[in-house]
């Protein structure tokens, strides 16, 4: 497998020589309260993830003040049935005289602090703060003005793929480079609000390494820390998970949010994930060699003298492994021993 380029964001490196790199996504989960926030992200940094990520936009930026047709909510198996798409985005925007204090935060705590912008005013706000890196939500991958916009920042480059074609995907990929963007990670996403293991994919997970050449991750909507940690195998580098301080205070996505201690573990799974991958090998590594020991192999089992004869009474296959190989079993019954041995004593070739 192809090594690729690293890509340092702020003081971490996005390799497959690191750790993954793991994003708590605070979406809308503050629920209006900067307090709340603020304990978002001490809670995410406390809980060991890298990255701290929230949303910048307004309701105005997103979509029209309409509550009728498909500006309305109307679907049953929809979190958010019932309600606009205008008054979802008033519930669920960060205000963004909150962002520098939660960036700050971030910083105070050592976790990296940045957004997903949804339009152009958005990503001139956020290079106002001097963000380190960008994401690109899945339902803006298409949206190449927005692409080209941030990709001139030249700053790292965070894309889910949710719902994108391959077609769509190369448009997005091309648009960033030719753009300036050098350092490009793509996440699988699936765009379901909760979605299911059984509609994750993460096989393409290498497809997309493959294809694109960038490093690839997950961005995870899935309940629990399973798909995430399995995709670790499949060569993420990224995982991406919404992150609430109790999925019981409510909220947009608090449904399929990831509680501190899910996050914690999460943390400390998909590094020994990564620590497992290791490299093809075969035989005894370094750490096994003193288990050799504990094979069988071919004991004496009673006390013999000159010329009696090996049979399945006085010889056996037994624990340690430091007689010969129980492979020469059968070569052994039928031969006589050629000097006396006691019970314990480990079978050697000069005994026949």
């Known amino acids: 497998m192809k090594k690729l380029q690293d890509i340092l964001i702020h003081n971490s490196v996005i390799s497959s020589d690191n750790h993954p790199f793991i994003i708590a996504e605070m979406s809308g989960n503050h629920n209006q309260s900067l307090e709340i926030a603020l304990e978002i992200v001490e809670s995410a940094a406390k809980a060991g993830a890298h990255g701290l990520k929230i949303q910048t936009y307004t309701p105005d ?21 019932g309600t606009s798409l205008y008054k979802l985005y008033q519930q669920a925007y960060t205000p963004w005289e909150w962002h520098q204090p939660i960036f700050e935060r971030c910083k105070e705590l050592g976790i990296i602090g940045f957004s997903t912008p949804f339009d152009v005013t958005a990503v001139d706000f956020l290079e106002s703060l001097n963000v380190p890196c960008y994401k690109i939500a ?26 994108a ?21 793509l996440l699988k996403c699936t765009s379901t609000y909760p979605a299911t293991p059984e509609n994750t994919n993460i096989l393409t997970i290498p497809h997309l390494r493959d294809l694109f050449d960038v490093q690839v991750g997950l961005s995870d909507h899935t309940m629990g820390i399973g798909v995430a940690v399995a995709s670790v195998a499949l060569g993420a580098t990224v995982i991406e998970k919404h992150f609430t301080l109790t999925r019981a205070d409510g909220g947009v996505d608090s449904a399929f949010s990831m509680e501190p201690e899910e996050m914690r573990q999460l943390v400390i799974e ?20 003193k288990s050799l020991i504990f094979r069988r192999s071919l004991y004496i089992s009673k006390d013999m003298k000159a010329g009696d004869v090996f049979t399945e009474e006085n010889l056996r296959s037994v624990r340690p492994g430091l007689g010969l190989p129980t492979k020469y079993y059968n070569i052994f019954l039928g031969k006589k021993i050629i000097r006396n041995a006691k019970a314990g004593q480990p079978m050697t070739w000069d005994l026949i």
Request: contains cysteine; glycine residues 8%.
């Open 270 to 289: 998909s590094k020994r994930a990564w620590q497992a991958l290791g490299k093809i090998s075969y035989g005894a590594t370094e750490a096994e060699k």
């Open 138 to 163: 899945s339902f803006e991958n298409t949206d190449l003005p927005l692409i080209r916009k941030v990709a001139s920042t030249g700053k790292p480059l965070i894309i889910s793929t949710g719902m």
């Open 61 to 81: 930026t997103m979509t029209l003040d309409i509550s009728e047709g498909e500006f309305f909510i109307g679907d049953p198996q929809s979190l958010w049935q």
């Open 165 to 185: 074609t391959i077609a769509e995907l190369d448009e997005t990929v091309r648009t960033s480079r030719e753009a300036g963007c050098e350092d490009l990670i």
